[in-house]
């Protein structure tokens, strides 16, 4: 479980990430948050690893407030949230078993980290992660010789063996095309339900999150401004979050291919 | 869960033939090295302990009485450096030009390129040798070595940069009809003048510190100092030379860099 | 601009009067700066020659005949000493790239986060390669006495500055979101330099070490001449015995030559292969 309570924050220039955000998410809801770009939505996912730290408040995962965690307990938090980018975030130039294998960093020592010596365990968990995203005949491929959408597969694959309790994934779709945005979305809501793992993802597409959130959370200039199942929202919700008429390129259109 | 991973793709046999090949280079390199090379440890240890307290006590407290004597000789080392890299910056012109694939086509090119990189394989101090039994041992030999030494780098670096120029721009100039010079002139030289003078700019930058040790050979500037410092076992004096070198090199680096952003 | 046009066709770009009056005047008075200082170098330069400047190429030619034929089977006698040339520089740049991955990474931006460490880093690299490399061996052969280990450690200290700074040039340019991503699962600050930093720079790394083994292999030639061992210390006290032995250091300098041009020309084909 994971609680915000009054968390804010504010950036050495200045900048109000968070507002006074005040969400719960249980275990196993699939949350997307929707906003415009500078709404705060990378800013609150980022907060829950604790990439960034928030100023004010205090931000309970398991109970814990993560707020005062230093490095030894950073590790094993982040240990246990996977995380998604929209840039992938690959080593490109080392083949997609290492990129995978990177998932279980948290899991091992830092020297045998360093040689290599991940068990045989960790391997084979490594290549049924990649099959579960049906990449596994990639496995010896270097990252940059993938597209943007079996890159985003590579990385969920590493997520899926960091073996995680929550993911979040931030704008994972964002660079990709609509048939493949799709995809990536029907893999993480799959992973969501068979693992039961928690899932947070920020969109800025209406319909994706319409289409495949359990509950949707709103932000405006840092602030939570709609939080409900996703059933009660309609395109009214979104033009009061934007504060503004939707737009074309606020859907991503296409289906699931 | 107990999958195992699908075999390795195996690399080509040219690939692993290759990383065998280089793997037993270098042992062989190292072994080769260290059996070749044989520390006299004692001695140079029994050296350090008897000399610690001579030297390194007294490179720090620089005997300021020098500094008259090391302004003027470094001094002599920027107009060494100056003169050399100037005479070097004209030099690389007309190589560079003679050295260009696009200017010479591909086989004419090379006779250029090869006396420029034979020019690079003679280091700075060997050119200073030869000069000062030429000349006789003054600064006017330290000249001669900083301009030809310095005229292989930077006719190589004016040749790479004449062999990038927009070839666009070129032919605009021949669709209007401007002959061979015209060309030159208006569509080559601007495209290269600020990247030549910021090599050039750069090159003085290294000239300051190769013209700074030329004295060693007797080819002037503050290297001659030196000489003699070390040789009088007199290192506060060699800590007024260091100091100087330093704060020399540290404002010509700054000024350069400065100058060089503005220039391109 | 019909005078100066034939002078200086490097400060032209287009015709001045295309240019304002102002520009002109600045070229003009950085041109003649240049001009004044010039000659005045090349008087100053000149002041303790004997005889004319004139004679100097005659007499280039008369001295440099001298040297003429090399004494090829000199080589004979210098093998080890060309070996123990190079050997010295092979171990100054492997333990230089060793004492540079931690410099490095200090002196590079996106790893070091930490203001004043990264300043002191890059203060003390800088400081470092001021100093020129036969300085350095002056230096520790005053301290260690005529040797090897003078020479080593010169080259060291020396090549350090260098490639320090080059490698944290390349560590800067880096992209740094797989390090994000290893910082989200949880690695640990060296496993995520390990992890998303060293794939990265392997290749730009090897092929700056090799290019600090050709200046290495460059200035270890030299090194001797101040006694820091190696085949700079033949070539001086032949040079001393005068001219009876000019075609034996002849023999030394083209020696010298092929080993520079052969190590080069390996050095660069290795290095088109990594990148």
New interface residues.
Partial sequence: MIEFKDVSLVYPNGTQGLKNVNVTINDGEFVVIVGLSGAGKSTLIRSINRLVTPTNGSLLVDDEDILKYRSKNLRKLRTKTGMIFQNYNLVKRSNV?KNVLAGRLGHTGTLRSIFNMYSKKD???A??SL?RVNI?EK??NRADELSGGQQQRVSIARVLTQQPKYILADEPVASLDPPTSHQVMTYLKKINKEDNITTIVNLHFIDMAMEYADRIIGMRAGEVVFDGPASEVTEKTFEEIYGRSIREDDLRGGTES | ??????P??KNSLFKKLRAIVITISIIA??I??FL??D???E??IN??IQ??DK??PM?FSPDWSATGEVALTML?TI??A??GS?MA?ILA?PLSFLAANNMMGKYLSMPGKWLL??IR???D??LA???V????P???A??LAIAIGSTGMLGKLFSEIIEQIDKDVVQGMQANGANRTQVL??AV??QI?PE??SYAIYRFEVDI??S??LG??GA?GI?TM??FA?AN?N?SQ?GT??VG??VV??VI?FTSAFIRKRIV | MSKSNTKK??????PPDIYPTKTKAQVTIIFFA?VA??L???N???R???GD?TD?PA??VS??GK?FPPNYSYWSNIWDEM??TI??A??AT?IAAIITVPLALLSARNITTFKPLYYATRTFL??LR??????LA??F?????I????G?LALIVFSLGILAKLISETIETVDMSPLEAMRASGGGTIQVIWTGLVPQVLPQFTSLVLYVFEINV??S??LG??GAGGIGQV?QSQ?RYGHIA?PNAMAI?VL??IV??VI?YISSKLREALI
């Fill in positions: 078993l391997k084979s968990l290549y049924e099959k596994e496995v010896y | 869960m107990n999958l195992t991973l699908p390795k793709p390199l190292y080769w090295t070749g090379i520390l006299d440890w001695k140079a050296k350090l000399q610690f030297v390194i490179l002599e107009f060494i100056f003169a100037l910056a012109v990189s034979a394989a003679f280091p101090l060997i040798i030869l000069f039994v030429a000349v006789g003054n600064a006017f330290g000249v002139f208006y030289l601007p003048i030549f003078l510190r190769a700074s040790i060693i050979v002037g290297g030196i000489v070390s076992d290192w060699m030379i260091l070198i330093i090199v540290t680096d | 066709p490097l400060k032209i770009k287009q240049i200082m010039y005045y170098s090349m100053w330069t000149q303790d020659m004997v400047i100097a007499n280039m001295v440099l040297f070996a123990l050997q010295m092979v171990i492997t800088n400081l001021t100093i020129p490399d036969l300085v002056v230096i052969v005053g301290l260690f006495g040797g090897l280990l003078p080593i460059r200035a030639v030299v001449y101040v070539l040079l000019f300098i010298i030559f520079v041009l080069e």
